[in-house]
């Protein structure tokens, strides 16, 4: 890819827009009215792929930069928690939801089971037919 090409790509990931993607990476405007082809893939003889993908790639990167983890988002939760300042109802929301996220309103349940009983036996005892060979 060329360097206005880059730059194009930079500049769409920011605006959105081709066509001022494309004069402010350094086309003319009457090259940059076609800009927006470039990105289509029903337009086979202007679309560039490499463009197209290399795009994808930046939007993905920076999505995936405003993500928080799982850490982030836990910090943020304890500190409306611990605000004195939020509204009651937040602060309670907020714990609820980090009692969620660790586990805490998990049940646990604890079974034995006797294996050594044949399916038929099992069957049997709940009620079950349709099981004769």
């Known amino acids: 890819m060329t360097n206005r090409e880059l730059k ?15 004069i402010a990476a350094g086309y003319s405007e009457k090259t940059a009215e076609y800009a927006s082809n470039w990105l289509n ?6 679309y560039k792929p490499e463009l197209a993908d290399y795009i994808r790639q930046l939007s993905d990167e920076q999505q995936n930069e405003r993500i928080l983890t799982a850490g982030e988002r836990k910090v943020e939760l304890s500190e409306i928690a611990r605000n004195k300042n939020e509204l009651a109802a937040d602060r309670i929301r907020a714990i609820d939801t980090l009692n969620k996220m660790t ?22 005892q709940i009620g079950g037919e349709g099981l004769e060979e």
């Open 103 to 124: 586990g805490e309103y998990t049940v646990k349940v604890t079974a034995e089971v006797n294996t050594s009983q044949k399916l038929a036996d099992v069957m049997d």
């Open 8 to 22: 194009f790509a930079e500049v769409y990931i920011a605006c959105g827009n081709a066509i001022q993607a494309a």
């Open 41 to 46: 893939p029903r337009k086979p003889k202007k």
